[in-house]
């Protein structure tokens, strides 16, 4: 680090036991092909992507097999070769223990990779500075890369800052909770992808600053990444700045706030600060996929716990099924079998061992009961206060936790319910063991379904509005034809009262017989006209119902054709008619 760089702090935080050591004792593993690869389509934050390939297809290690369903969404790739077996739920990894869509791969033990350059190969460049910042976000996009160190935040979307200028760019590598050590091994043996994939985000962003935030509980790791620094001629323009250890400082807001004493505001992005954080996993994953067009396939996953006899940090195969994984770290099944994914604090009780390794697994935790008891019964809250000195986001988790209790979720929002991290610090300072996080969870859940349910209703309201407003709009268009209809009759009908007074001398001379011949001569045409109005009338309306048949494509369109054809044949016949009465004298 060549610069001097302050460090803030933020309120609130606790020191739980570490328990890191357990797995950096042995250097990165990586994992086998396992006989199944279950790959979920949801992975990321946003919508879920959508299939690409069909049961029975052969698909190389690589080969796009999701394309993004959206904006916020991002595409997914086979982890190997082999032949897609199915697609269809199966149980993910989440803490409701439901299943989504999941696309299942039985691999062909070939790990046969798809063709694939670096992106300056592809476009025949030599360094990427000189690659429009668009162009490489979009191929950060199409290789699947989504943050691998939160909730999975697809990271184009996160690099697509608008209009706002970025001055500070964040690399996260804290990695502040019990028992996880992915970040500090990655740091530890592949530093320099780190430090590429912050050259990368850099000229992204057209950031003025680099920061790698990292613990001082991670000695090597720094050493790494200070190392790597010089070796690619980056010890001026990226600093790697020791913050002290404490939980939850690798969290996004309170990191940022470390770093740079700026607090994120309440609804919003560090973006509009100027600032960009990234996980220092996602940072190396997009070093890959530029330099050697790897899509993202597999991730760094830590194993630990008394219940493993080899723990420690594996590169292991998106999609590959717990079970296989923890049979590669030794682990032996406890009386009170219990598995969690993530760490102590943030994590979740897995329902299945059948569930799959995703994009965001950074950790699975096999701990003995002694290790990691399970929870007893909540007592009684007692006002002590613990929570609140405990929070890191300065809420009050006590009244977050009536009002969600009560379901008062109105009141728990006006009291920043979403500003909770969820990092659990004030479950665990709690003397009274309420598992006060679920209380949020619930709470946050409930009040987006009730959103998701009013923003439905206000859409079903829209589509009703504009069918009023339709079916007025036709009632008035047909009033309006009518009327015209009428008035072209009223004038046809006193063009004919003006025709006898226009007769001629002659004609009024007439005799007897001859009068009473054109009398009822006359009668006939009126007889005729009126016969002429009532068929174009139904013409007309014969025309309407074919009109909007057509609109709405109704398959009667050609019986009404053949109606308006044969209404539109009488009404030629009728006035065929009528030229002859006209003609004579």
């Known amino acids: 680090m060549t610069h001097q760089i302050r460090i803030f702090d933020f309120d609130g935080g606790i020191h739980p036991a570490e328990n890191k050591t357990q797995s950096t004792q042995r250097p990165i593993r990586v994992a086998s092909i396992p006989n199944e690869l279950i790959l979920p389509l949801h992975q990321h934050i946003g919508a879920a992507a959508k299939p690409v390939v069909s049961v029975g297809d052969q698909v190389l290690k690589g080969q796009l097999i999701a394309d993004a369903a959206g904006f916020v969404s991002v595409p997914l790739h086979a982890p190997t070769s082999g032949e897609i077996i199915a697609i269809e739920p199966r149980l993910v ?8 869509d999941c696309i299942v791969i039985r691999p062909d033990g070939a790990d046969r990779w798809i063709e694939r350059q670096s992106l300056l190969e592809q476009l025949g460049m030599e360094d990427f500075a000189n690659i429009p ?6 191929h950060i996009r199409q290789c699947g890369i989504a943050g691998m160190g939160g909730a999975g935040f697809p990271t184009a979307v996160k690099l697509n800052i608008g209009q706002r200028n970025i001055g500070t760019l964040i690399l996260n590598g804290a990695e502040c909770e019990p028992y996880i050590t992915a970040d500090d091994m990655l ?6 992808e780190v430090v590429r994939g912050a050259q990368i985000l850099l000229h992204i962003l057209n950031a003025n600053q680099c920061l790698i935030g990292v613990e001082d509980n991670k000695p090597n790791a720094i050493a790494a990444l200070n190392t790597a620094l010089v070796d690619l001629h980056e010890e001026h323009h990226i600093d790697v700045v020791v913050i002290p250890t404490k939980y939850p400082s690798g969290g996004e807001k309170q990191l940022i706030q470390i770093l740079t004493g700026e607090e994120v505001p309440a609804g919003g992005i560090p973006a509009d600060l100027g600032i960009v954080c990234q996980n220092v996993g996602t940072a190396s994953a997009i070093a890959r996929a530029v330099d050697y067009g790897e899509p993202l396939i597999s991730r760094i996953t830590t194993v630990t716990g008394d ?17 296989a994984l923890l049979a590669l770290a030794d682990y032996t099944a406890q009386k009170r079998e219990r598995v969690i994914m993530g760490g102590p604090m943030m994590g979740f009780a897995l329902p299945s061992l059948d569930i799959p390794v995703i994009k965001t697994t950074n950790c699975l935790l096999a701990p003995s009961e002694k290790e990691l008891p399970t929870n007893k019964p909540s007592m009684a809250c007692i006002r002590c206060g613990m929570c609140a000195e405990a929070c890191p ?3 009050l988790p006590q009244q977050l936790y009536w009002f969600s209790k009560a379901e008062e979720f109105s009141k728990a929002e006006q009291h920043n319910l979403f500003d909770c991290i969820e990092c659990g610090a004030c479950s665990y300072v709690c003397p009274s063991e309420i ?4 209380y949020y969870r619930y709470a946050k859940g409930a009040v987006r379904e009730e959103r998701a349910a009013q923003a439905k209703a206000d859409q079903a309201r829209e589509r009703f509005e504009h069918r009023l407003a339709r079916q007025e709009r036709e009632l008035a268009e047909k009033e309006a034809k009518r009327k015209a209809r009428a008035e072209k009759a009223a004038q046809a009908q006193s063009a004919k009262a003006e025709a006898p007074a226009a007769m001629t001398d002659k004609t009024a001379l007439a005799t007897p017989a001859a009068s009473n011949n054109n009398q009822a001569t006359e009668l006939d045409a009126d007889a005729l006209a009126k016969k002429i109005l009532a068929q174009t009338d139904r013409l007309e309306k014969a025309k309407e119902r074919l009109a909007m ?17 044969k209404q539109q044949d009488k009404l030629t016949q009728l006035q065929q008619q009528a030229e002859p009465a006209s003609e004579n004298p």
Request: charged share 15%.
């Open 133 to 138: 910042a668009a162009q490489l976000v979009n």
């Open 549 to 565: 048949a057509q609109q709405e494509n109704h398959d009667t369109v050609d019986a009404l054709t053949m109606a308006v054809n």
């Open 307 to 323: 219940a493993v006899h080899s723990a420690g940090n594996w590169e292991v195969l998106l999609g590959t099924p717990i079970s």
């Open 393 to 395: 986001a300065e809420l």
């Open 187 to 192: 740091m530890r043996e592949r530093a320099h």
């Open 435 to 438: 598992p006060l996080v679920q």
């Open 93 to 100: 990894p989440h803490a409701s223990g439901l299943s989504e």
